[in-house]
């Protein structure tokens, strides 16, 4: 069974940086997708950046291109988010998941694994 833990998050300034980790235990095909997305209150879950976990191919929304960077260390099962130049609106939620569909999806509904979520907030 995939088991998905994010740490990182917490509160930072517009400007600043922040990385996200994501522990990765029980996935076993290297061509698994893996993904970032972030959540708001009463806003739908919303892509951020995707990985293939062996091959190390990349992807992300518009939103944060430039900006954020998904990488992985694979011999210690971690997927990061490097978020920099922070601004007000990635203020969320963020998540890790996981799903085969994610290779060609960036919807919610492309992941059959999720983590607990970790929160960061950026003050302007």
């Known amino acids: 069974q995939v088991q998905l833990r994010e740490t990182g998050g917490g509160l930072v300034q517009a400007g600043d940086s922040l990385r996200l980790s994501c522990l990765v235990s029980?996935?076993?095909?290297?061509?698994?997708?893996l993904a970032w997305f972030r959540q708001n209150p009463g806003k739908e879950r919303e892509f951020v950046a995707r990985?293939?976990?062996?091959?190390?191919?990349?992807f992300y929304a518009d939103s944060v291109k430039g900006r954020f960077t998904i990488s992985k260390d694979f011999a210690k099962s971690t997927v990061y988010l490097q978020m920099n130049s922070l601004k007000s609106e990635d203020t969320a939620l963020y998540y890790c998941?996981?799903?085969?569909?994610?290779?060609?999806?960036?919807?919610?509904?492309?992941?059959?694994?999720w983590g607990q979520g970790t929160q960061v907030t950026v003050s302007s």
């Open positions: 998941a996981a799903g085969r569909a994610l290779a060609v999806r960036t919807t919610p509904d492309g992941a059959e694994y």
């Open positions: 990985i293939i976990w062996g091959g190390g191919a990349t």
């Open positions: 029980g996935l076993t095909h290297s061509t698994y997708p």
